[in-house]
């Protein structure tokens, strides 16, 4: 599902059966997206930023953003950059399914061969999130463009 | 030197910060974009005896509803932690509790469930045996596993009912694994396609509904309504 209006219309269906406020931030950040293609990589704090909320709600802005990632909405592509120790340097990017193949097996091995503990693997990792409608949107461009 | 400190640390928050901002991001992660299909197994597991626990908790509140109504109610709770459940969904026939979810790699991910009200044995049996394995249920690595969970409203209890369910399965030559200390919870594992089929595993739940003080009441009013006829 990747129609902003389809899943607009699903989030507007899980708030009113459920009540559910992460359901009712998903809304807001669709909308955020939705008018705002430009946008194309977002952090948390940059989501509370663009959604004017309080640091005080970000429990349920997490929540939300993972939540457009998995199914049926796939709205955001969720990517974790990985840090040294020091968190000076972006050694690699992890997508979502390596870092979750990691959590389940509570071990993960960098690109040179490095033991990292989850513990320490959660400290060194930044998740950001990507705008898929945008994508969306300039694959359809590049194909109009190609059949002009 | 601050502008300089600010230039090293990354924009955004670690997965760690995230983590303990929110307690639930790891079951949630679980439930959205599970590892494995078994993992997303275990969370549903893990989720729905929860919902259970709360639901018998306001069980004075379900006493009078019927097999819908309930399901109704679990469905509810599932929602919120699972945008595509759905009551009555066309799999295969109507089942009543489905819910499909991607792995984090992309799989689709199916687990089905048949809700019955305790009216003995043999009607709850109908419902593994004919909808649940019989109709909706399919094998395969990602779609081979799924639930049974009845309603009781016995005075008796929901251990009794578990019990007769329980040996009931045994009669019938079905095997039942990973037996809760408690007894109200167990797994069973089944051939489809009347045993030369796939493979399917099917866990088992009850919720006891049974509240006295709600069905003296419900009693009072029927005599009344009664004595007024």
Same mark, same amino acid.
């Given at each position: 599902?990747?129609?902003?209006?389809?899943?607009?219309? @699903?989030?507007?269906?899980?708030?009113?059966?459920? %009540?559910? +406020?992460?359901? *009712?931030?998903?809304?807001?950040?669709?909308? $955020?997206?939705?008018?705002?293609?430009?946008?194309?990589?977002?952090?948390?704090?940059?989501?509370?930023?663009?959604?004017?909320?309080?640091?005080?709600?970000?429990?349920? @802005?997490?929540?939300?953003?993972?939540?457009?990632? %998995?199914? +049926?909405?796939? *709205?955001?592509?969720?990517?974790?950059?990985? $840090?040294?120790?020091?968190?000076?340097?972006?050694?690699?990017?992890?997508?979502?399914?390596?870092?979750?193949?990691?959590?389940?097996?509570?071990?993960?091995?960098?690109?040179?061969?490095?033991?990292?503990?989850?513990?320490?693997?959660?400290?060194?990792?930044?998740?950001?999130?990507?705008?898929?409608?945008?994508?969306?949107?300039?694959?359809?461009?590049?194909?109009?463009?190609?059949?002009? | 030197?601050?502008?300089?400190?600010?230039?090293?640390?990354?924009?955004?928050?670690?997965?760690?910060?995230?983590?303990?901002?929110?307690?639930?991001?790891?079951?949630?992660?679980?439930?959205?974009?599970?590892?494995?299909?078994?993992?997303?197994?275990?969370?549903?597991?893990?989720?729905?005896?929860?919902?259970?626990?709360?639901?018998?908790?306001?069980?004075?509140?379900?006493?009078?509803?019927?097999?819908?109504?309930?399901?109704?109610?679990?469905?509810?709770?599932?929602?919120?932690?699972?945008?595509?459940?759905?009551?009555?969904?066309?799999?295969?026939?109507?089942?009543?509790?489905?819910?499909?979810?991607?792995?984090?790699?992309?799989?689709?991910?199916?687990?089905?469930?048949?809700?019955?009200?305790?009216?003995?044995?043999?009607?709850?049996?109908?419902?593994?045996?004919?909808?649940?394995?019989?109709?909706?249920?399919?094998?395969?690595?990602?779609?081979?596993?799924?639930?049974?969970?009845?309603?009781?409203?016995?005075?008796?209890?929901?251990?009794?009912?578990?019990?007769?369910?329980?040996?009931?399965?045994?009669?019938?030559?079905?095997?039942?694994?990973?037996?809760?200390?408690?007894?109200?919870?167990?797994?069973?594992?089944?051939?489809?396609?009347?045993?030369?089929?796939?493979?399917?595993?099917?866990?088992?739940?009850?919720?006891?509904?049974?509240?006295?003080?709600?069905?003296?009441?419900?009693?009072?009013?029927?005599?009344?309504?009664?004595?007024?006829?």
């Amino acid at each position: 599902m990747n129609n902003a209006a389809q899943i607009k219309e @699903l989030l507007e269906e899980l708030v009113r059966s459920t %009540g559910s +406020p992460v359901y *009712a931030v998903c809304g807001q950040i669709v909308s $955020y997206l939705e008018h705002h293609p430009q946008q194309r990589n977002l952090t948390i704090g940059g989501l509370r930023a663009a959604l004017n909320r309080s640091d005080q709600e970000d429990n349920v @802005l997490i929540q939300s953003a993972f939540t457009l990632v %998995g199914h +049926p909405f796939q *709205a955001l592509e969720v990517r974790y950059k990985l $840090y040294d120790e020091q968190i000076e340097y972006v050694l690699e990017e992890l997508d979502h399914s390596t870092y979750m193949q990691a959590i389940s097996e509570q071990n993960f091995i960098d690109d040179d061969g490095n033991d990292i503990a989850i513990d320490d693997l959660n400290a060194r990792i930044f998740p950001y999130f990507i705008n898929l409608s945008r994508q969306d949107e300039e694959v359809q461009v590049q194909a109009s463009t190609r059949a002009c | 030197m601050s502008e300089l400190l600010n230039a090293l640390i990354p924009a955004g928050n670690s997965m760690k910060d995230l983590l303990s901002i929110s307690s639930e991001l790891g079951d949630m992660l679980n439930r959205r974009t599970p590892a494995s299909y078994d993992v997303f197994v275990k969370q549903i597991d893990k989720d729905l005896n929860n919902i259970i626990s709360v639901t018998e908790s306001g069980r004075q509140h379900h006493l009078e509803k019927g097999e819908d109504a309930i399901t109704e109610h679990i469905i509810v709770q599932l929602k919120r932690d699972y945008s595509s459940v759905h009551h009555d969904a066309q799999h295969g026939g109507h089942c009543d509790i489905y819910i499909e979810t991607r792995g984090s790699d992309g799989s689709l991910y199916k687990w089905i469930m048949e809700a019955k009200l305790w009216q003995g044995f043999e009607y709850v049996y109908g419902g593994l045996d004919k909808q649940l394995l019989g109709s909706y249920a399919v094998g395969g690595v990602n779609n081979c596993k799924g639930g049974m969970i009845f309603y009781s409203k016995l005075a008796s209890g929901a251990s009794y009912a578990m019990k007769e369910w329980h040996q009931g399965l045994g009669v019938k030559g079905i095997t039942i694994n990973n037996i809760r200390e408690d007894g109200l919870r167990f797994a069973t594992a089944h051939k489809l396609n009347g045993g030369t089929g796939s493979d399917f595993y099917v866990n088992h739940y009850c919720v006891d509904l049974y509240h006295a003080p709600t069905e003296a009441k419900i009693e009072k009013a029927q005599a009344k309504a009664d004595s007024k006829d």
